[in-house]
């Protein structure tokens, strides 16, 4: 698997009822470094339909920490 060498951050989202799924994206998270598991009760295959509100907060927090770890990346470089 060429997982292992994806080096940025990655989010991975799956729907607890969706076992397949969840058994996909535990084994994807365990062969990748920068990865964040996120498995959201109660919701199935399309859980970004089913349960959105908690699906777009997963999304935002992932987004807003990937954008202050590249402002800080940022700031470090600008001070070397």
Known sequence: SKLGQIYTPVQLIA??????????????????????????NNAGHAV??????????????????DRRQNLADAEKRNKE
């Not at 349960?51 to 807003?64: H, I, Q, T």
């Open 15 to 40: 729907g607890g009822l969706d076992e397949k799924f969840v058994d996909i994206s535990k084994s994807m998270a365990a062969a990748m470094s920068n990865v964040r598991l996120n498995i959201i």
């Open 48 to 65: 970004h339909l089913e349960r959105p509100d908690e699906y777009e907060k997963l999304v935002m927090a992932f987004l807003s920490a």
